[in-house]
């Protein structure tokens, strides 16, 4: 790989790292969950491990934090609020402690002391004291800059504003958490996304009245400058602190050797979901204060401590109900209602139970104790159910045999492929007749891949709805803006924003029309193929009429599966009226002519893992821009499989298998003449 596609891949992390930093620290809506930070902060430093050409101030060994807001003045730290260096498993921990027995010339059998500290996750915030007396309390910010929060910080509770004791120093800089339980957090999940994002933005209120409604708590765990600060360890330190009028964590353990450390940290990771408050991992820090000088600071984080970070994706909870949820093609998804859980820094109190059939193979049931895993953008379910909790009160969940919606029969069809009933079971019904499989499919009328009409998400739909403001997607085109205007929350603007957005959609590409439809079975590579096929919306709608439907079993790539659901889907009278409505009042515009002498003319491709600086669905328009074509699965028919990061092996041993040529991306942008 060239020096410049390192380089722009390498400016590309940079730039999403400092997006993210900014959205986290500076807005409070963080943007992705811990574990895809982690990983993409883990991506770039190996990189400029790599390739030692890499440099930019920006990087994640160079910076902590956001840069202060300039709503608040700023106050540069005595000294530095660094980070932490992070750990995932056993052997991170054995090389921490290797590298620090390496650095004072020590042996394995010399034993070290750890302070185990719970992470909190909630916003670090600095309290100077003068003569006892609390005089300004600032803000992480960058590490070395922070924001004067002091008259915010004055509000808390826990934070003591006058200490008299003879042991407390003349002057000292303690710092701390300052977090929300989430008992407390029930009352403010309306405004916020979880218990920091809640944290964070009340701190951040510029009327300190404002912050003083809100139930702040601060845990006190370490310091950064000192004057007369007579003690010689951590542990002793977390001592004085309780003397001296802080709170501190009742899970703090003094522990030697990476065993107990790791028994320790499985302990609580059992325990977390207990918790009134959110950790996300254990601080381990060297006990010693004379070690711990000795041992001082790399770039931005001290040697001497290290976070072990839970595995973000699982949590434990309850289910207090289960209901069931109804999807534009009429699938019945039963979804457990859970008490609410910190999973990766979103607080979840759903989780899908995917089937009729998932709920009696893992016997889950009303009130039981479950493990919830949530990964990546993966909606969150139920791993399993821990039996030994089982309450004689459980109750089991009885499937309803019609629909709740509009009482339809609720059926499971018959799979022509695996000779057995779906594990779905469906509301009978035929689209709009049934009131949430309607609401449903406007929502996906309007979404990204579909008519993408700016402002008009799903809770604005669902709001819709029920004002009766809109029935049928046409009613979208058609809307009072006049009444809109006059409803709570809506202004001259943000409805000319609205009425600016739908005019803005009234023409639109045939594959986004029949997309936008909601047809099972055809999703945005289907609508592609229907829509080179058809050519016009006239040639679309009057398949109908002609009765032609068995001819689209000559479209590569649709099947009696995708015809069967056309073919259902214009059996609908609603159906037939929404589209003669729609042709009133939109363009449709025809299919493009594809470019037949493109430099991957005839050629077929299909991508397997993740590509460096381009999208999947960038590689797939570049393919076909050039006269190639993508596929779904490896088959003869497949000329190259194009690799990238972390590609799925099956495909790849497949692939060798047929004698397919195997590419990665350098070789296809050459392909494309695209680095030359």
């Known amino acids: 790989m060239n020096k410049k596609i390192i380089e722009d891949q390498y400016k590309k992390k940079i730039k999403l790292l400092n997006n993210y930093n900014k959205n986290y620290y500076d807005k409070s809506k963080p943007l992705v969950d811990d574990k895809e930070y982690d990983e993409l902060k883990k991506e770039t430093l190996l990189l400029e491990r790599k390739y030692k050409f890499l440099k930019s101030k920006n990087s994640p060994s160079e910076i902590i934090g956001y840069k202060p807001s300039k709503n608040f003045k700023k106050v540069l730290h005595r000294v530095p609020m660094l980070s932490l260096a992070n750990a995932f498993n056993k052997e991170d921990l054995l090389n921490f402690e290797k590298r620090i027995l390496n650095f004072i010339s020590e042996k394995e059998n010399f034993k070290i002391s750890y302070s185990a500290e719970p992470k909190i996750d909630g916003i670090s915030a600095s309290l100077i004291y003068k003569d006892g007396k609390f005089v300004q309390g600032l803000s992480r910010g960058d590490g ?50 979880n218990p920091r994002n809640a944290a964070s933005g009340s701190l951040r209120q510029k009327n300190p009245e404002d912050t003083k409604k809100i139930p702040l708590k601060f845990i006190a765990y370490t310091f950064g400058f000192e004057n007369g600060l007579n003690i010689k360890n951590q542990f002793e330190y977390l001592k004085k602190l309780s003397e001296w009028g802080f709170r501190t964590n009742p899970l703090n353990k003094l522990i030697t050797d990476v065993k107990n450390l790791l028994i320790n940290y499985n302990e609580i990771e059992k325990k977390k979901s207990e918790l009134d408050f959110d950790i996300d991992g254990i601080v381990y820090k060297i006990n010693d204060f004379n070690l711990q000088n000795r041992l001082g600071n790399v770039a931005n984080a001290p040697r001497w401590a290290i976070a072990h970070k839970f595995s973000s994706n699982k949590a434990i909870s309850k289910i207090t109900n289960i209901e069931i949820q109804i999807g534009r ?129 799903k809770k604005i739909v669902e709001n819709f709805w029920k004002l009766k403001l809109i029935k049928l997607p046409q009613d979208i085109f058609k809307l009072d803006f006049k009444k809109i205007e006059s409803l709570e929350g809506w202004g001259k603007q943000s409805v000319e924003n609205l009425r600016y957005s739908v005019n803005e959609k009234k023409k639109i590409s045939l594959e986004r029309f029949i997309y936008s439809l909601g047809i099972r079975h055809i999703g945005l590579e289907n609508a592609k193929l229907l829509s080179k096929y058809f050519k016009s919306f006239l040639n679309f709608k009057s398949i109908s009429q002609n009765n032609k439907y068995d001819e689209l079993l000559n479209i590569d790539g649709i099947g009696e599966t995708q015809v069967n659901s056309v073919k259902n889907f214009f059996s609908n009278k609603i159906n037939i009226e929404v589209l003669n409505e729609l042709q009133k009042i939109i363009i449709i515009k025809n299919a493009l002519v594809e470019k037949k002498n493109g430099l991957l003319k005839n050629q077929t491709f299909m991508l397997t893992g993740k590509l460096n600086g381009i999208s999947r669905a960038e590689a797939k328009s570049l393919i076909e821009n050039n006269s190639g074509t993508t596929i779904s699965s490896v088959s003869k028919k497949l000329n190259y499989l194009i690799i990238g990061e972390k590609p799925t092996k099956r495909k790849i041993e497949t692939a060798k298998e047929l004698k397919v040529t195997i590419i990665d991306q350098s070789q296809f942008l050459r392909m494309l003449d695209k680095t030359s």
């Open 144 to 193: 070395k800059e922070g924001e004067d929060i002091t008259l915010n910080l004055s509000t808390i509770r826990d934070i003591p504003k006058k200490i008299i004791n003879k042991n407390f120093p003349k002057e000292i800089d303690i710092r701390g958490e300052v977090f929300i339980q989430n008992s407390d957090f029930i009352n403010l999940k309306e405004k916020f996304a």
């Open 329 to 457: 093609t009429g699938a019945l998804t039963p979804v457990a209602q859970i008490k609410p859980v910190n999973i990766g820094g979103v607080l979840v109190s759903n989780a899908t139970l995917h089937n009729e059939d998932e709920i009696n193979r893992k016997d889950i049931r009303i009130r039981d104790t479950v493990t919830v895993e949530r990964a990546g953008d993966v909606i969150p379910h139920i791993l399993s159910v821990d039996l030994k909790k089982r309450s004689k009160h459980s109750l089991k969940f009885i499937f309803p045999k019609n629909c709740p919606s509009c009482g339809s029969k609720t059926i499971k069809e018959f799979n022509v492929i695996t000779k057995k009933k779906d594990a779905v079971r469906r509301c009978a019904s035929e689209g709009y007749e049934c009131e949430k499989i309607a609401i449903e499919k406007i929502k996906h009328f309007v979404s990204k891949d579909a008519f993408n009409i700016e402002g008009f998400g």
